[in-house]
């Protein structure tokens, strides 16, 4: 008999017959079921004594193929349930590194068996799978734990557990909301160690988080970042001196993004008021997102360009004409300047195929060219002695000319004796100038015979070992001896001047004593100084007179390096 009833009649006189498996009323005589399917295990004795369970084992949590096996009554332990409690272990060990309750170890061994189910930790270690488990669990119950100090512990790249948590995040449809960057105010704090003003400060940075979050600076931005501009700056309002070096290297961020909050705090409303206003008053505007406000800026900036680009254009324009107008005004002043050298140049110019026609190798074009260049090149020397005697172009041409008219009847004269036609010339650089000095004229060999002289002199006074005083007074030694303060001034210069050096110095006799003790030190030989004085004289003339001379004096010398 069985405590069922029947569905029919309501007679609780049920016939159940484990033999044909069914269950029949006896009231009304329906049958209730059939073909019965019993649960219950049986097990059977094998050859060797022992007990086998009849039938196969399947597991409840997904279509796993039947396992079979002997040993612990029959069931076979599975690689699953290994892998399950290998994970289980290392979930426990890095949540108490972390310091997280139970609750949250537990949600993570649940978030990484259905991981496991959809075949996510295939490809990945089990490490980062575990790690990416915790901080799903850390997102989902607002812990103030960072992925950064999963990194930490693990010694992983911080990429790749955030990878990894992301595919976790899509494939388990588990929406992880935006941190909120208050979490990890007290936890920052405390590192700082602002003792018994911890409480306030922490406060005051809130408020200051707060603020930021309603001015839309915390959306798309690392919450650390914000954390760490706030509490920098609440610290400075209770006049703790903390650096932005301590700070990063609590929040673990980088000195430029610490700065860029603090800059963009700066911008907003908030950042104009004073300790106390800010501390008083709630304002109930929101600034606009820094993204936005850049954005507006760069729109502003790209039309400003494209302004100043068209007035340039209209610029350039205008300083086109003025350019025209300024080439034709120099081109009316230029005549008048060379309008008496010019009259000589068509002269020279008429004059030069007559005297090329003989020449077969050379075309008549470009002897013209070589003659414009010519008069080009006078033309040019004659405007820098111009301006070099501060006189105008004009000035100097009429004094030239006034001189080549006194020497021209003896000119004409010496060259109708030598049967050749009077040519008259354009003023040169030599007659402006006047002949140029030489070598002769500024008693060159005099003052190199006296150089060789005084040299030996200085040479015998130098073997002698006394100084020759002689011309030199009293006064004018005075001037060149320090006094005390002058020497200690001078000293001082000198000794930051070349600190490198007697550093390098000091290494270097150091080396020398040690390779000394060692008895491995080789004396180097000095070379003997010599000096080797090399006197060129070169002159240069031209077909009338010379040109100018020029001294090269070169030193040869083999000496140490001396700091003066």
């Known amino acids: 008999m069985s405590p069922k009833a029947c569905k029919n009649c309501g007679s609780s006189d049920v016939d159940v017959d484990q033999a044909r498996g069914d269950a029949v009323c006896m009231g009304c005589g329906s049958v209730l079921e059939d073909n019965i399917i019993v649960s219950e295990v049986e097990f059977v004795e094998s050859g060797g004594g022992g007990s086998l369970a009849v039938g196969q084992f399947v597991s409840s949590e997904g279509n796993k193929n039947p396992v079979f096996g002997e040993g612990h009554h029959g069931i076979g332990s599975e690689s699953r349930a290994q892998t399950l409690q290998r994970a289980k272990q290392h979930i426990n060990t890095l949540g108490r ?3 997280m309750n139970q609750h949250c170890l537990d949600t993570a061994y649940n978030f990484y068996r259905m991981a496991l189910g959809k075949h996510l930790t295939r490809g990945r270690k089990a490490s980062h799978v ?6 799903l669990v850390c997102r989902t119950e607002g812990t103030p734990h960072m992925l950064l100090d999963f990194s ?10 955030g990878r990894t948590f992301l595919v976790l995040s899509r494939e388990l449809c588990i929406n992880a909301s935006a941190i909120d960057p208050c979490l990890y105010i007290p936890r920052f704090a405390q590192k700082l160690e602002f003792g018994e003003k911890n409480h306030e400060v922490s406060m005051t940075a809130l408020r200051l988080v707060q603020r930021m979050k309603r001015d839309w600076m915390h959306t798309g931005r690392r919450p650390s970042g914000l954390c760490g501009a706030a509490l920098l700056v609440a610290a400075r309002m209770y006049d703790f001196c903390r650096t932005t070096k301590e700070i990063v290297k609590v929040v673990k961020v980088c000195e430029s993004t610490l700065r860029k909050r603090l800059t963009e705090f700066q911008d907003t409303p908030s950042g104009q008021l004073t300790i106390e206003e800010f501390m008083r008053l709630d304002l109930d505007q929101e600034c606009d997102p820094p993204c936005y406000t850049t954005g507006l800026k760069n729109k502003k900036y790209q039309q400003l360009e494209i302004e100043l680009e068209k007035k340039m254009e209209d610029f350039e324009e205008e300083i086109h004409c003025y350019e025209d107008e300024i080439d034709a005004e120099l081109q009316n002043c230029r005549p008048k300047l060379r309008g008496v050298y010019a009259a000589y140049t068509k002269e020279t110019a008429t004059e030069v195929p007559e005297e090329v026609g003989d020449d077969d190798d050379v075309s008549t074009p470009s002897k013209m060219s070589a003659a ?3 008069e080009r090149e006078e033309e040019d020397e004659l405007e820098a002695v111009a301006k070099h005697f501060g006189k105008e172009m004009s000035e100097l041409t009429l004094e030239a000319l006034i001189k080549l008219e006194q020497k021209a009847p003896e000119d004409e004269e010496e060259e109708e004796e030598e049967g050749g036609s009077p040519k008259r010339k354009g003023p040169t650089l030599e007659s402006i100038l006047g002949r140029m000095p030489t070598a002769s004229t500024l008693g060159l060999p005099e003052s190199i015979s006296k150089c060789f002289g005084e040299e030996k002199e200085n040479d015998g006074a130098a073997d002698s070992g006394e100084l020759d005083l002689s011309g030199i007074d009293d006064k004018e030694i005075e001037l060149y001896l320090l006094d005390d303060g ?9 000794m930051a001047e070349n600190s ?6 000091k290494e270097k006799e150091a080396k020398i004593a040690k390779e000394k003790e060692l008895g491995i ?7 003997a100084g010599c000096t080797n004085l090399k006197i060129r004289v070169n002159t240069h003339t031209t ?5 100018g001379f020029i001294l090269v004096c070169h030193w040869q010398r083999d000496r140490d390096d001396i700091f003066l």
Do not use: G
Not at 130 to 135: D, K, R, S
Not at 500 to 505: A, E, F, G, P, V
């Open 97 to 99: 590194q972390l310091q």
């Open 130 to 135: 575990i790690a990416a488990c915790l901080y």
């Open 152 to 161: 930490d512990v693990l010694q992983v790249n911080v990429y790749v557990l």
């Open 372 to 374: 414009t260049d010519e």
């Open 486 to 494: 002058e020497v200690k001034v001078k000293t001082a210069l000198w």
């Open 500 to 505: 490198d050096y007697l550093k390098q110095l």
């Open 521 to 527: 030190y080789k004396e180097r030989k000095v070379r």
């Open 543 to 547: 077909n009338t007179s010379s040109a």
